[in-house]
């Protein structure tokens, strides 16, 4: 019966219905505490820690706890399991716990290797997934953004809108910053170019990283401009890649 409870609980949290699959792991809970069946006491902890896996972080670790508990005197191949769901856990609940996934991680490999005596490197490339999950997390960020840039480099005409926005986008800076401010694009030689004129003019050669010499920033606008430059930089080697990922497709 106990066992039944169990996939029956499993059923409704693959379902999504937690509620319900809460209410069914607490009841087998009850009544493994009653007949003293440790195994299903650890499955009924078990499958409570992964109803709130993504619903409350604490309460899901404090039952895989209990879990594992019961699982670490004789069951390691069930502890391993249970410190894979502890890793995916902490990974639910953000990049800041990462090092607690790769702990728990950690754990899980070493005890399969421990409790399995074959299938040993099928299990490093399992691990090795699991870091790279890790790993993409992690840098989840830097992917939204390269994503929106260029399509992962594969979208030339989009990075070429992004290189244009971000060269209006330094322009206007600084025009506002010279409007408003001491800082200034101080010319060199002889000119006529107006406030705008000029600051188009210095964000077009800085993004461009070609640099005549004949204008040159002052004050705040040169670390802005140094932010330019490697922001033209790094997007014109993104568009050269773009393009040649498109040409040779």
């Known amino acids: 019966m106990l066992s039944t ?29 009653i007949y003293e069946q440790s195994n299903a006491e650890g499955s009924a902890y078990e499958g409570l820690g992964k109803c709130f896996q993504w619903q409350s972080l604490d309460s899901s670790i404090f039952y895989l706890t209990k879990a594992r508990t019961i699982w670490k005197n004789d ?71 390269l994503d929106k840039a260029g399509l992962y480099a594969t979208s030339p005409a989009r990075v070429l809108i992004t290189m244009v926005s971000i060269f209006v986008i330094f322009s206007l800076i600084y025009v506002v910053l010279i409007s408003t401010t001491a800082a200034d694009i101080i010319a060199s030689v002889d000119d006529s170019l107006s406030v705008v004129a000029r600051s188009f003019y210095h964000s077009a050669i800085t993004f461009l990283t070609i640099g005549y010499g004949d204008h040159f920033p002052y004050k705040s606008i040169r670390w802005i401009s140094s932010v330019e430059g490697f922001a033209g930089l790094f997007l014109m080697s993104y568009f050269t890649v773009a393009f040649v990922r498109k040409v040779l497709r």
Do not use: P, V
């Open 75 to 145: 069951m390691q191949l069930k502890e391993a399991i249970n410190s894979i769901l502890m890793a995916e856990t902490y990974l639910e609940a953000g990049t800041e716990y990462s090092k607690n996934a790769e702990e728990y991680l950690q754990q899980s490999i070493n005890l399969l290797l421990y409790s399995i005596g074959y299938g040993q490197h099928q299990l490093r490339w399992c691990y090795r997934m699991a870091e790279l999950k890790i790993e993409t997390r992690q840098y989840s960020k830097a992917k939204e953004y």
């Open 5 to 33: 409870m169990n996939y029956l609980g499993e059923a409704y949290l693959h379902a999504g219905d937690t509620i319900i699959a809460k209410e069914i792991f607490k009841k087998e809970l009850l009544l493994a505490k």
